[in-house]
């Protein structure tokens, strides 16, 4: 126990040094902070996603988000193939997403390159859809 509250104190102190929250240093994945859908041509969406991941740096970052129904179906993704480290939160897009006329919401989730999906989702309906079953 002793060893442990050791090693979470110095994990602390080496991020309020750094200048990162303890929270972000803890954090593990990205967080999907906010989502803008809108309705495109003939039955597809467009997206706006705002990712933060904290910890970003050039070997771990958030390299990708997706847009997937319940049952786990995915109908979109986006590859970010670099850091944003000097743009925290960062929003990227992705458009043309096609998605079944009775899927009333999706979800949109981030991955980090070394983890994979976690974090914070983002359960969105779709303009125009009711909600899905």
Do not use: C
């Not at 904290?54 to 049952?71: H, K, L, M, T």
């Not at 786990?72 to 929003?91: A, C, I």
């Amino acid at each position: 126990m002793f060893l442990r509250n050791r090693i979470f104190f110095l994990l602390a102190l080496t991020a309020s040094l750094a200048g990162v929250s303890l929270a972000a240093a803890e954090q593990k994945f990205p967080d999907v902070v906010s989502v803008q859908v809108r309705s495109g041509q003939s039955g597809t969406f467009d997206f706006d996603v705002t990712l933060s991941s904290p910890y970003d740096s050039a070997q771990r970052y958030a390299d990708g988000f997706r847009v997937s129904a319940e049952d786990g179906t995915v109908y979109g993704e986006r590859k970010l193939w670099h850091d944003h480290s000097s743009e925290q939160p960062f929003t990227r897009d992705l458009y043309g997403v096609m998605i079944p006329p009775d899927i009333g919401t999706v979800t949109v989730q981030a991955r980090d390159q070394q983890y994979g999906y976690g974090g914070k989702a983002a359960e969105v309906p779709l303009p125009g859809r009711h909600k899905s079953p």
